[in-house]
């Protein structure tokens, strides 16, 4: 009888461990997974929305293998489905991924919000923001990508979620270095020497608060970043106030010209701020991690820049 208690709870245990398996599998994805799928996945809550553009018409394609995005280039369906993964993993053990930046009786809440790839505890952070011309946000190719390989890195990583419109894009911008600061205990991030990332639209948002700080968009003062990462935009403007810049372009980028990312840079260099800007021949706009590319390698480069801000 002893025996047979004992089977019976190795067996209930297997069923459990095989259920557990099962489910497990059934919410990976793959390049065939429908977009539709993941958005609406449950494990994301009333955040799947947020993952993909909320403007449907800036993306094409029914699946992960063929998800295009607006003004994009080198997007890669391995890198979009590793996302997706990791995002269900780390649900899937209990930690939360998405943080409302937005108390819950403002209406600016719904359509906002931050991704958080965690990297070390007590580690420094960025905040990674995608481009998509103010009308849309990119994350999955622009910001997603960027904040994943910088936790792999050790560091903390926040892709931002924000509303369209340049003006509500920097406020939402300021809200979430806000709330990172006043958050910083329960994130477990060290708040010192963090760095604003960006491509395109992004990159812009990245300079502006760089430049002008979080009291210039609705909040009260918080430290500036130690640095800011910027990926093809055409921004000239040069105020003197601008942190330590690292910019990357490509010779063939249709929207912002690599000529006037580079005067930019040496107006910024010529008031004894450091500067540095990469110019990438034959590439395209939008080329996010550039895998794959003559831009391959410029994520770490950034990264060390950075560091020698400290």
């Known amino acids: ?124 952070f960025a905040i990674c923001n995608a481009g998509g011309g103010f009308v849309y946000v990119g994350a999955m190719h622009d910001s997603f990508p960027h904040a994943l390989e910088l936790s792999k890195r050790g560091y903390n990583a926040f892709a931002l979620i924000y509303r369209t419109g340049s003006d509500t894009a920097c406020e939402d911008l300021a809200r979430a270095i806000a709330f990172i600061h006043e958050h910083a205990e329960e994130l477990q991030v060290d708040i010192k020497n963090y760095s604003l990332w960006g491509g395109s639209a992004g990159a812009r948002m990245a300079a502006w608060l760089g430049n002008y700080g979080t009291e210039s968009f609705g909040e009260k003062v918080y430290p500036r970043p130690s640095a800011v990462i910027m990926q093809y935009t055409g921004l000239s403007e040069v105020t003197g106030n601008e942190p330590p810049t690292y910019n990357c372009v490509g010779t063939l980028d249709g929207i912002a010209n690599y000529r006037t990312m580079q005067k930019r840079i040496n107006r910024i260099k010529a008031n004894g701020t450091n500067a540095e800007i990469e110019i990438f021949n034959g590439l395209s706009h939008g080329f996010g991690l550039g895998e794959g590319t003559v831009a391959e390698g410029w994520l770490d480069r950034a990264v060390n820049f950075w560091e020698l801000q400290n």
Do not use: H
Request: hydrophobic residues 35%; positive net charge.
């Open 1 to 124: 009888m002893k025996n047979f208690s004992i089977i019976c709870l190795l067996l209930f245990f297997l069923l459990i461990n095989l259920k557990e398996v099962k489910a497990g599998t059934q919410n990976k994805v793959n390049e065939n997974t429908r977009i539709f799928d993941v958005i609406n996945n449950p494990l994301f809550r009333d955040y799947g929305r947020l993952i993909f553009p909320l403007n449907s018409s800036y993306y094409g394609g029914d699946t992960l293998e063929n998800l295009s995005l607006t003004w994009y280039s080198n997007i890669k369906p391995a890198r979009t489905v590793e996302i997706v993964n990791y995002m269900l993993s780390q649900v899937q053990r209990g930690s939360k991924i998405f943080y409302r930046i937005y108390p819950e009786n403002d209406s600016r809440r719904e359509d906002t919000g931050l991704f958080f790839f965690r990297g070390d505890k007590g580690a420094k």
